[in-house]
């Protein structure tokens, strides 16, 4: 299996609801084998997506293609995809293995092939010795594996996931993130995952697709998303982030030195102007706090708090400007008392700068304005 094949294109999708655009021309290529999540908060359009790749919602315009096919005007039982819901969907009157085999059943495949593909599903599953319960004797967990075992019974190219652990409690919840990813590897069949919990999505993704407000902002590896998110929102909702805004005073070499509300600072990175605007991202487990003035930085603060939090402790510091910055470290770390004056500041390779909306939005209008002059220069040449 060739896990660059591409089996899911959205092509320019968009899907409006009473005149507004839930889903705002969305362009996406989902990889065979591979695990791809659709992360956002609740509105922002991920589950809508996850129902018209399905079938259950029609998009308003654009193409979605399955293995090459456009799909869009196919409805659910048409297309080579099952979909798992949080809410298990399961028929309370039937029994674990009649749960399982329904759709063969409605496919009218042959018994004997029905009881040995449900015998697969529930090893598979691991649900061997509660082939006879019905769901409500079930707990959420059990459930869950039902309902997975359902869909894959089909042998689907590709499953579609939306909230699946949602109802489940945080410990189980974990367990079935690791059971879902391996399962997901053994089986080699591309999962298209919904959720809106950040820490789900980069335990169990290959790459993670983050959407606000109908638009996918940035997609790629978990690493990237995390450790170099493109936006202002990716910084903010993909883990903990303390977002500065500021201006670049001056540049040496690589080294950028910057002027912020609270003091200055530096930074590591390249391709930015003298007096440019833009938002730098810290991490909170990156933000050092001194007692002492440490070179490149004069961003004061005080302690307000320290809350211990089992593996770590974070650190609240309020800035003069009245701004809260998160720190977090080991709780074994010496930490200043609360109360106290602090100076704050980083390793300049870990701070992230994410150009500001007036800075994307002049940027476009560049790009735009480059494009139209060539295609009048392209106009002139032939009328030469």
Same mark, same amino acid.
């Given at each position: 299996?060739?896990?660059?094949?591409?089996?899911?294109?959205?092509?320019?999708?968009?899907?409006?609801?009473?005149?507004?655009?839930?889903? #705002?021309?969305?362009?996406?290529?989902?990889?065979?084998?591979?695990?791809?999540?659709?992360? *956002?908060?609740? @509105?922002?359009?991920?589950?809508?997506?996850?129902?018209?790749?399905? +079938?259950?919602?029609?998009?308003?315009?654009?193409?979605?293609?399955?293995?090459?096919?456009?799909?869009?005007?196919?409805?659910?039982?048409?297309?080579?995809?099952?979909?798992?819901?949080?809410?298990?969907?399961?028929?309370?009157?039937?029994?674990?293995?009649?749960?399982?085999?329904?759709?063969?059943?409605?496919?009218? !495949?042959?018994?004997?092939?029905?009881?040995?593909?449900?015998?697969?599903?529930?090893?598979?599953?691991?649900?061997? /010795?509660?082939?006879?319960?019905?769901? &409500?004797?079930?707990? +959420? @967990?059990?459930?869950?594996?039902? &309902?997975?075992?359902? &869909?894959?019974?089909?042998?689907?190219?590709?499953?579609?996931?939306?909230?699946?652990?949602?109802?489940?409690?945080?410990?189980?919840?974990? %367990?079935?993130?690791?059971?879902?990813?391996?399962?997901?590897?053994?089986? +080699?069949?591309?999962?298209?995952?919904?959720?809106?919990?950040?820490?789900?999505?980069?335990?169990?993704?290959?790459?993670?697709?983050?959407?606000? =407000? /109908? !638009?996918?902002?940035?997609?790629?590896?978990?690493?990237?998303?995390?450790?170099?998110?493109?936006?202002?929102?990716?910084?903010?909702?993909?883990?903990?982030?303390?977002?500065? $805004?500021?201006?670049?005073?001056?540049?040496? +070499?690589?080294?950028?030195?910057?002027?912020? =509300?609270?003091?200055?600072?530096?930074?590591?990175?390249?391709?930015?102007?003298?007096? =440019?605007?833009?938002?730098?991202?810290?991490?909170?487990?990156?933000?050092?706090?001194?007692?002492?003035?440490?070179?490149?930085?004069?961003?004061?603060? #005080?302690?307000?708090?320290?809350?211990?939090? /089992?593996?770590?402790?974070?650190?609240?510091?309020?800035?003069?400007?009245? %701004?809260?910055?998160?720190? &977090?470290?080991?709780?074994?770390?010496?930490?200043? $008392?609360?109360?106290?004056?602090?100076?704050?500041?980083?390793?300049?390779?870990?701070?992230?700068?994410?150009?500001?909306?007036? =800075?994307?939005?002049?940027?476009?209008?560049?790009?735009?304005?480059?494009?139209?002059?060539?295609?009048? $220069? *392209?106009?002139?040449?032939?009328?030469?």
């Amino acid at each position: 299996m060739n896990s660059e094949n591409v089996i899911v294109r959205l092509n320019e999708v968009e899907k409006e609801f009473d005149g507004v655009k839930v889903v #705002k021309k969305l362009s996406l290529d989902i990889k065979e084998g591979e695990f791809l999540t659709l992360l *956002g908060p609740s @509105g922002c359009g991920k589950t809508t997506t996850l129902r018209m790749i399905a +079938g259950f919602s029609e998009a308003t315009s654009g193409e979605i293609m399955l293995e090459g096919v456009d799909v869009s005007g196919l409805k659910p039982n048409e297309r080579n995809v099952n979909t798992v819901f949080q809410n298990y969907a399961l028929f309370p009157h039937m029994n674990v293995e009649d749960n399982i085999a329904f759709g063969l059943v409605e496919k009218k !495949v042959p018994k004997a092939e029905i009881k040995e593909r449900v015998s697969e599903m529930i090893k598979l599953v691991q649900l061997e /010795g509660l082939e006879k319960r019905k769901p &409500a004797q079930m707990s +959420g @967990g059990q459930k869950q594996r039902v &309902a997975i075992a359902r &869909a894959l019974i089909n042998k689907p190219r590709v499953l579609l996931l939306d909230e699946p652990l949602g109802a489940l409690d945080l410990k189980l919840r974990k %367990q079935m993130q690791l059971e879902l990813k391996h399962l997901q590897q053994k089986l +080699g069949i591309t999962f298209v995952y919904v959720t809106h919990d950040q820490e789900e999505a980069l335990t169990m993704s290959d790459r993670i697709a983050v959407m606000h =407000e /109908g !638009v996918m902002e940035q997609i790629g590896t978990p690493d990237e998303v995390y450790n170099h998110p493109k936006t202002k929102f990716v910084a903010s909702f993909v883990g903990e982030s303390n977002i500065l $805004e500021s201006y670049v005073r001056s540049v040496d +070499g690589d080294l950028l030195h910057i002027d912020l =509300e609270a003091g200055k600072a530096a930074l590591h990175a390249k391709g930015f102007g003298v007096e =440019e605007m833009i938002y730098i991202c810290v991490r909170p487990e990156n933000v050092k706090l001194s007692e002492t003035p440490v070179e490149h930085f004069s961003i004061r603060g #005080k302690v307000i708090e320290h809350i211990f939090a /089992g593996s770590v402790v974070k650190t609240e510091v309020e800035l003069l400007t009245g %701004q809260i910055l998160k720190v &977090a470290s080991h709780p074994n770390d010496d930490h200043v $008392e609360v109360g106290k004056r602090v100076y704050v500041h980083w390793r300049p390779k870990d701070a992230i700068i994410v150009h500001t909306v007036e =800075e994307q939005i002049y940027n476009v209008i560049e790009q735009t304005t480059e494009k139209l002059y060539k295609e009048m $220069e *392209g106009v002139d040449e032939g009328e030469d």
